[in-house]
């Protein structure tokens, strides 16, 4: 190399520069590990490997997995991106002599969450909530994110880089779209479950007192119906617009309301908002808080609002990337936001609430116990 010629980024080591050729590299490839995640979940292999006890090799992974004959070779490709990636641990084991060391993948905490099983011990399969974030309505709503950024808001289809891109909102597509439609419910109905469960566990004490408690916009009533059967002191009822009760089966465990939630809250002592807020703007979360705290104030004893969303900031440099990017989901999706503490202050007070606790427990997500 010609001496005289500067090396780029004078000030910086040769290995820091190559570090961040390789880092950057890897940021622009990263929709690669999204879309082989999303192929090894359609494949089933979390579950072929929890079905050989947590751990398989290549060819025992090959005779479970309905691959076309001629691209049975790339599937260790896939594996190993996936496994320097930490969603499998991968393991060589020696040959001897001078053969090659067979290559065997493992379950580890990542992947397990993907197990589709009935009989695992975990709290929920998030192999949906993998499916809906990778599928092609999210990931062309993506791509019109720097158009969304150079185009000024001219009525609702340029509301968010999804309503760009589909000509309507997330709900209005899911209305006219019954896969995408089953597709979002249940990847809805899994994070539901997954969170509800570490909720009533290390939360029991925010639920102590409570004798009645309304899940607003709570879906298909996952949430409620963990919430009854860990307290079951507790009557709980599930708020959501008329077309979403309608097709929820009543099974006696909660109570099912058809109801606009910016109009009516329908009494309790607890309103529960589960991952409600982030699709809103601050104006219509004040409103949306107003009303709950009206339906909270109904008797001698002011109850309370419990709120699972997240709130920015974490010293876990995983977790804040986990929230920092839900953030640009719901900017993507519905032009919502992840707030930061001080964001959901100045909510809570200009809704009528005196004082809040923030509980984080729930990792890149937390509870809000809010007070009148």
């Known amino acids: ?20 050729d390789a880092e950057l590299f890897c940021h622009t490839f990263a929709y690669l590990k999204s879309m082989a995640l999303n192929s090894v979940v ?75 099983d009935a009989g695992a011990n975990r709290s929920s399969c998030m192999s949906p909530c993998v499916l809906l974030g990778t599928t092609n309505l999210f990931v062309s709503a993506s791509l019109r994110l720097h158009q969304w950024l150079l185009t000024e808001e001219e009525g609702a289809t340029t509301d968010s880089p ?15 779209d019954p896969e995408f439609n089953a597709l979002f419910n249940g990847a809805m109905g899994a994070t539901s479950e997954f969170v509800a469960a570490l909720a009533v566990h290390e939360c029991s004490e925010v639920f102590a007192g409570i004798t009645s408690l309304v899940d607003v916009a709570g879906g298909n009533g996952t949430t409620a119906r963990t919430i009854a059967e860990a307290f079951p002191r507790v009557k709980c009822s599930v708020l959501d617009l008329p ?4 097709g929820i089966s009543p ?9 606009d939630m910016m109009e009516f809250v329908p009494p ?23 009303r709950c705290r009206q339906a909270i104030s109904h008797g001698a004893k002011a109850g309370k609002v419990i709120i699972i969303d997240t709130v920015v900031g974490s010293p876990s440099h995983q977790i804040l990337e986990g929230q920092v990017t839900m953030d640009l ?25 005196s004082h809040y606790k ?15």
């Open 1 to 20: 190399m010609d001496q005289t010629t500067a090396m780029p980024m004078v000030g910086t080591s040769k290995a820091e520069l190559l570090q961040a």
């Open 42 to 116: 359609k494949l089933g292999i979390p579950d072929v490997l929890h079905r050989c006890g947590g751990a398989a090799s290549l060819p025992e992974l090959l005779s479970s997995v309905p691959l076309h004959p001629s691209k049975r070779p790339y599937l260790g490709r896939l594996m190993k991106m996936l496994a320097a990636a930490g969603i499998f641990t991968a393991e060589d084991i020696p040959a001897g002599g001078d053969g090659a060391p067979t290559t065997v993948y493992h379950l580890n905490t990542v992947s397990r969450l993907l197990v589709d």
């Open 162 to 176: 999804f309503m760009m891109a589909h000509g309507g909102s997330l709900y209005g597509v899911g209305s006219r």
């Open 243 to 246: 077309q979403v009760i309608q």
């Open 251 to 259: 099974d006696g465990t909660v109570e099912l309301v058809a109801g």
């Open 268 to 290: 309790a002592d607890a309103v529960l908002l589960k991952y409600v807020l982030h699709n809103w703007s601050d104006q219509d979360c004040v409103k949306i808080l107003t």
């Open 329 to 353: 989901a719901m900017m993507m999706l519905f032009n919502g936001k992840a707030r930061e503490e001080h964001n959901w202050h100045k909510m809570f007070m200009e809704a009528g609430f």
């Open 358 to 372: 923030i509980h984080n427990v729930l990792g890149m997500r937390s509870l809000i116990e809010v007070h009148p």
